[in-house]
Structure formats: C-alpha cells, structure tokens
C-alpha cells in the first residue's frame, strides 16, 4: 500500500517578460527533459499525466488536446486541469496514492506575453452581467478587497509597499526570476495609481515560463534514490464567484484550503513548524492577508510581522525568498509550479545564495487571481 | 531557450497572428429577469431570501448557495445602502487609461447580505469612507433596458 507521495524530480526554463525564440510547447518540453533527467526517469516509464491549461489563456478551444507530444505523453493517460499547479500536484498525489500509478508527471507554464488583449482576456473572467458591463479593469477588483482588508486590519499603504520591496529584492538572488530589482516604499508609492490603492508596482507583472515535476509512490522514490522530497499536506478550496455576496476583507478560501493541508499533515501550530512559505503576493497586499489566512500571525498582524522582519531571509518564517509572483512574475496557472519549484530547491538545499538554513518544512500556498475565490496549500518536507 | 540552435538574429523569430472572435448571449435566468425587471419598471432592487439561513441575496438567486434550497419568494429591498469598500480607478478593462479616474464602490444594499458594485457619484475622493449611507442613482424610466447600465451609480441618500 503507498503511504506516501514525493517529488522526485523538478525542471524549469526560468521565467522571463517574454520568449519569442520558442513556443509554448517547446518551453514545456525544455522544463520537461530537466525534470525528467533530474528524476532520473524516462517519460515512457511514467504512468500518467497531469497538466493544468486555461483555453483563454492558451489561445485555443480545448487546450488540453496540445499537451501530451511535448512531455512525453502521447497515447498515455492524460489529462488537463482547469486550474492551478497545485491542482495539478494534488491530482497527482490522488493518482498515486490509489496504487494504480507509482509515477505521475505534471506540468504548467504561463506563456502570457503571446497574448495580445491580456488586460481584456482578464476582464472576461468578470461576471458578464452584474460587473462586465462596467467595462472596469479588473485589477479594480483588487483595489477594493485591497481597501477593505487595510480597513479591518489597520494595514497601511506604505507597509504594502515593504512586500514589494522585500519581495522583489529576494528575487535579485535568484536567478529563474523575471523582475528582480532593489526598490524603495517610495518608488511602489510614486508610481502610476492603477486602483488606488494599488498602484503599477504593487501589481505582479506576466512572466513566460514552464515547470514540469514527477511524483513517485514512497518506494519508487527510494529506488530513484536522490532526496525525495514528501508531499505531507495538501488543500484546496473555492467560495463563491459571485463578489457581490463576499467577504471583502478576509482570504476564507486560503484559510479553509490551509485547514485541510495542516490537517493532513498534522501541524496544529503553522508559525512554530512551517520553515519557510512561498504565498501569492501577486498583489503586494495579497501576501499580508495570506499570511493571516495561513494562521502564521492574527488578523491585523502580518504587516508588523513584515516589518520586524520575521519573514525575510533571516527571519524565523521566511516568506517568498523566491521573490514571489512580484519578483519572479505573474504566472498565471504556473504560479503554484514557481513555489513547488523554490520548496523543492530550499528544501534539496539547493537554493544557492538565497538558501534558507535548516529547512524541513515548507509551504506553498496559491491564488487564482481576480476575480477568483479560489485558493490551495501544498506543505512538503525532506524528512 | 533554443532547443538545438542558438537564434543569433532578434529579428529572427516569427509568429503568426491570430484571433478568436466569439460572441456570447448570456441568458439572465429567473432570478436575473426578476432583479432587472424590478429595476426597469419599478426603479428598486429585489432579493431572494433564504428563512433557514438568514442569507438575503443581492442580486438575487434562485437558489441559497449554504443550505442548497430553492428560492422563490422575492422581496423589494429599496435602493440604499452603505460603502463596504471602494477604489479609485485609472484604467479601464482594456488596459487603456480613463480621461479621469472614477470612484468604484462595493455598496452592502440594507438588510442584506449582497450588494451591487458600481460608481459613486458626486461624491469627493476625500469624503469617501467604508460604511457611508448611499442611494442608487437611476437613469429615467423611459431610459432603462433591463441592465446594470440602468444605474448610473450611487450618490448621497435622498431625504
């Protein structure tokens, strides 16, 4: 019987603001030949598939039937999921763990920059008849959950502005990320409002690039040898679409899709056993209201923890070393694939420059953007 | 990235350009038609209310999304209601700069759990503030079709 689940290999091209050397195809299949050698696998050897596409975002109807040539998938069992990375992996661990597959492959990627009317594809997500109308841009949406979260939590601009900067300063020590640069509060304040509050640099920017990883039952990742690395908890969860009936201040979906990772992976204390976490920040004031919903301080209190700097480098709960979506890039359903990426290199130990010490838990947690309620957490560990 | 060969030339890589042009009608369904169909011949706002739950949708549903029942008694709920939250946009979904930024509102419509998002009117950015009364602006009568569009926004409560 399998108890347990690892990733037993990773690969990525790296994200960058465009690739117009290569299709989207030819950057899964680059991601995909990394993660397979890392794995030490053959594709012919893997048991089944997972890939998360959104049609809009791909360009075509139906995108999942393009996705099997370029990860070795061809006449396998395969299939497409409408969602994040982090769908993707928790479908994968099911596969697994029914015992009718020892190894699954997974992938996403974001190809954003070939989308001509990206802000317009984003507004289509809107509610057709109670919100599209408006012809409002999207981001909109954010500067109104982004208003009442600071209401309730007394959270201002300027500490909004310090995860920019902290985040987008981490990604100058890693070299997969799209938008590194050493920022001031000022600079993220100066800059053109959008929806205020959020102004252009609050906002992660698109980024282009692919992740594939292999899952393997706990004794194919023994026989692989390698560092496995253990998926111990995972959750997902969604709340209504319709914004006019929500909570516009608490992240519900992301507390509730934690519950139910901690649950599985019996941590009853987040703050104290989580090491590190890579979380959506893919609005500045996303990665406060996310640490709150992942319980790693109370309500009101994330930006006082930003500030004491208990979540940098050296802080005793490391959030977004990566660089997170503002410092890597806005990934679209690849945004869960970046943070598995980073929890897999901290946790291998190797991180380089930016490798947290001592690590043994992570978290990845990821949102779907606007104007989604739909959140989930993966916690792995090396041990 | 190049697979096999490095591309030396920027000019090099080339694409096709394409398009998807599909058009939709989306269909108000039976709570839809009885929330703008208030709005057009009456100027008010309906809501469904689910008793077991003590949930009053805005816009309405026809069904209660907690406990799962069917919805079929509609109340008039009036047009006022209070600032939930709010934001000054600069942009519209095109990703094209407004000629001047508007006031976007999430209005909590009173005694409900629901709201409607829309722009406030003659309201100053400064005097803006979460849990400010407001009122729905309405065009003219002869003027509504059945829409959102039929509010023009919110502004100060009529006395």
Not at chain 1, 86 to 113: D, N, P, Q, R, W
Not at chain 2, 95 to 107: E, F, H, Q
Request: aromatic residues 8%; charged residues 20%; hydrophobic residues 40%.
């Amino acid at each position: 019987m399998v108890k347990r689940v690892a990733i037993v290999g990773i690969g990525t091209t790296g994200f960058r603001p465009v690739t117009p050397d290569v299709s989207f195809r030819e950057l899964i299949f680059e991601a995909a030949r990394k993660a397979y050698s890392d794995a030490g696998i053959e594709p012919s050897e893997i048991g089944g598939f997972v890939t998360a596409a959104e049609d809009f975002l791909e360009g075509y109807s139906i995108a999942d039937e393009y996705c099997p040539d370029q990860i070795g998938a061809v006449l396998k069992p395969t299939q497409t999921i409408p969602g994040d990375f982090l769908h993707a992996l928790a479908t994968g661990y099911m596969m697994i763990m029914t015992g009718a597959f020892k190894t699954v492959a997974i992938e996403a990627h974001s190809k954003a920059s070939n989308v001509k009317t990206i802000d317009d594809m984003m507004g289509f997500a809107l509610d057709p008849v109670y919100n599209r109308p408006l012809r409002e841009t999207p981001h909109a949406i954010a500067g109104l959950e982004m208003t009442r979260y600071m209401f309730e939590t007394c959270t201002s601009s300027e500490q909004c502005a310090k995860v920019v900067v902290k985040n987008r300063g981490n990604a100058m020590r890693n070299p997969y990320a799209a938008f590194a640069a050493e920022l001031t509060e000022k600079d993220v304040l100066g800059s053109e409002p959008v929806s205020l509050p959020l102004h252009r640099l609050d906002i992660a920017q698109h980024a282009d690039g692919a992740v594939v990883a292999v899952l393997a039952d706990d004794q194919t990742a023994q026989a692989l040898g390698g560092t496995p690395i253990w998926i111990d908890g995972i959750g997902w969860c969604t709340d209504t679409p319709t914004l006019e009936m929500r909570d516009w201040g608490e992240a519900a979906y992301a507390r509730i899709a934690a519950e139910m990772a901690y649950r599985m992976a019996g941590i009853a204390n987040p703050r104290g056993l989580v090491d590190f976490a890579e979380i959506c920040d893919e609005y500045s004031y996303k990665e406060l209201q996310h640490m709150e919903a992942l319980k790693f301080c109370n309500r009101g209190e994330a930006a006082d923890m930003l500030e004491s700097g208990a979540t940098s480098l050296q802080g005793e709960l490391p959030v977004n070393i990566s660089g997170g979506a503002l410092g890597v890039g806005h990934l679209f359903e690849a945004s869960g694939a970046h943070k598995i990426l980073e929890l897999v290199e901290q946790l291998r130990g190797h991180a380089g420059a930016r490798q947290i010490p001592d690590v043994n838990i992570g978290l990845a947690q990821v949102w779907r953007g606007v104007p989604t309620a739909t959140g989930a957490v993966a916690i792995l560990s090396n041990m | 990235m190049s697979i096999s060969e490095k591309i030396t030339k920027t000019t090099t890589p080339t694409y096709w350009e394409g398009e998807i042009p599909v058009n939709y009608i989306y269909t108000f369904g039976l709570a839809g038609e009885a929330f703008f169909r208030a709005i057009k011949d009456k100027g008010t706002f309906l809501a469904t209310r689910c008793e077991e739950c003590e949930v009053t949708f805005v816009p309405p549903k026809a069904y209660c999304d907690r406990c799962f029942e069917k919805l079929e008694k509609y109340v008039d709920v009036g047009t006022t209601g209070y600032v939930e939250t709010y934001t000054v946009t600069f942009r519209n979904m095109d990703g094209s700069a407004k000629k001047l930024p508007r006031i976007l509102a999430m209005v909590r419509i009173d005694g409900t759990d629901g709201g409607i998002i829309h722009y406030l009117q003659g309201i100053p950015f400064d005097e803006v503030a979460i849990g400010m009364p407001v009122q729905a602006i309405l065009k003219p009568k002869a003027e509504r079709v059945g829409g959102i569009e039929d509010i023009v926004g919110f502004g100060p409560p009529k006395r």
